[in-house]
């Protein structure tokens, strides 16, 4: 959908490492996910990232906050600068021991036990390449709570954090930033990827022409 945006910006879509067509399936590397929206930067852009892709896009601000102009958080999954929080600890708890097993689990297993935690069906999908790719990579992430993020070490730029309207877990993240000062939107019925719906680019465009202002 951002795709359509490239008449009017000059756009870069950023891979976190391990995630690229031409990668191989990787343990999360936080520095290298930030290293690679620094690059992109360059001399300074607005930044938009998506659930794990936030904590890149967090590091990047703490790292060199003169170049990001602006931030948009979809559904962040920043769970480190939210923890306390009712709803942030219940699914930390939920989660752990999966995570903690993870290395004794193939990567099917693992993927069933992560959905089970979440309290969402198993896929019953017929294992495809994509789907053994999606769950060898899904074995590989570390919890996003132990991501180094910190607020003592955080100024944060014109922020808009955007959900979907559906997950308590996420509005719970949205309202730590709103706290720090972000703008919070949602897209009702979007579900996890609010970037999908038709109304996410005329969100982003209205929010920069105010952020650059």
């Given amino acids: 959908m951002q795709r359509?945006?490239?008449?009017?910006?000059?756009?870069?879509?950023?891979?976190?490492?391990?995630?690229?067509?031409?990668?191989?399936?990787?343990?999360?590397?936080?520095?290298?996910?930030?290293?690679?929206?620094?690059?992109?930067?360059?001399?300074?852009?607005?930044?938009?990232?998506?659930?794990?892709?936030?904590?890149?896009?967090?590091?990047?601000?703490?790292?060199?906050?003169?170049?990001?102009?602006?931030?948009?958080?979809?559904?962040?999954?920043?769970?480190?600068?939210?923890?306390?929080?009712?709803?942030?600890?219940?699914?930390?708890?939920?989660?752990?021991?999966?995570?903690?097993?993870?290395?004794?689990?193939?990567?099917?297993?693992?993927?069933?036990?992560?959905?089970?935690?979440?309290?969402?069906?198993?896929?019953?999908?017929?294992a495809t390449k994509e789907s053994r790719l999606r769950a060898m990579r899904l074995r590989l992430q570390a919890a996003p709570w132990h991501a180094p993020l910190n607020w003592a070490e955080l100024s944060l730029p014109p922020t808009l954090v955007v959900t979907g309207g559906w997950s308590s877990l996420y509005d719970e993240v949205a309202q730590v930033f709103a706290a720090h000062g972000a703008r919070l939107a949602t897209l009702a019925g979007a579900g996890h990827r609010p970037q999908d719906t038709d109304e996410a680019n005329q969100l982003l465009t209205d929010f920069w022409d105010t952020a650059s202002v």
Avoid at 66 to 92: D, I, K, W, Y
């Fill in 4 to 126: 359509h945006l490239g008449s009017e910006f000059r756009l870069r879509f950023i891979e976190r490492v391990g995630f690229g067509p031409r990668e191989n399936p990787c343990p999360t590397d936080f520095n290298g996910d930030a290293a690679r929206v620094l690059a992109a930067l360059g001399d300074g852009g607005h930044v938009v990232a998506h659930s794990y892709g936030a904590i890149a896009a967090i590091m990047a601000v703490q790292e060199r906050p003169e170049a990001v102009a602006s931030l948009v958080l979809l559904e962040p999954a920043c769970m480190s600068l939210a923890r306390g929080g009712p709803t942030v600890e219940a699914h930390v708890a939920a989660l752990s021991p999966a995570l903690e097993n993870a290395a004794e689990l193939t990567d099917p297993e693992f993927e069933a036990a992560f959905l089970t935690a979440l309290g969402a069906p198993a896929s019953g999908e017929r």
